[in-house]
Nanobody
Framework: QVQLVESGGGLVQAGGSLRLSCAAS????????MGWFRQAPGKEREFVAA??????SYADSVKGRFTISRDNAKNTVYLQMNSLKPEDTAVYYC?????????????????WGQGTQVTVSS
């Protein structure tokens, strides 16, 4: 059974930083692309970043501020978030792709974590 467990969320002031972690189990982690999505209250879930063997991809809203990385030996994917803004406030979810390819589409991810809350105060 595939399980994804996020951690590292919290409350931070605007301009601050957080690092989210997502520990995966139950799948050959290195064979799949991984992604981060977020959902703010009253809004649809949106793509944040993804990583595969070929590199990373970012939403325009976080490009230059967020960095996705992975440690295949630890079956863990990270999201380093710098220069946080109040509009980054959301529940952040990690997900594992159905394959090796990068995707910004949530329907191409088949397993999801429970989410971790990130709140950025102004």
């Amino acid at each position: 059974q595939v399980q994804l467990v996020e951690s590292g969320g919290g409350l931070v002031q605007a301009g601050g930083s957080l690092r989210l972690s997502c520990a995966a189990s139950g799948r050959t982690f290195s064979s799949y692309a991984m992604g981060w999505f977020r959902q703010a209250p009253g809004k649809e879930r949106e793509f944040v970043a993804a990583i595969s063997w070929s590199g990373g991809s970012y939403a325009d809203s976080v490009k230059g501020r967020f960095t996705i990385s992975r440690d295949n030996a630890k079956n863990t994917v990270y999201l380093q978030m710098n220069s946080l803004k109040p509009e980054d406030t959301a529940v952040y979810y990690c997900a594992t792709s159905k394959g090796r390819w990068l995707s910004m589409r949530s329907y191409e991810y088949d397993y999801w974590g429970q989410g971790t809350q990130v709140t950025v105060s102004s």
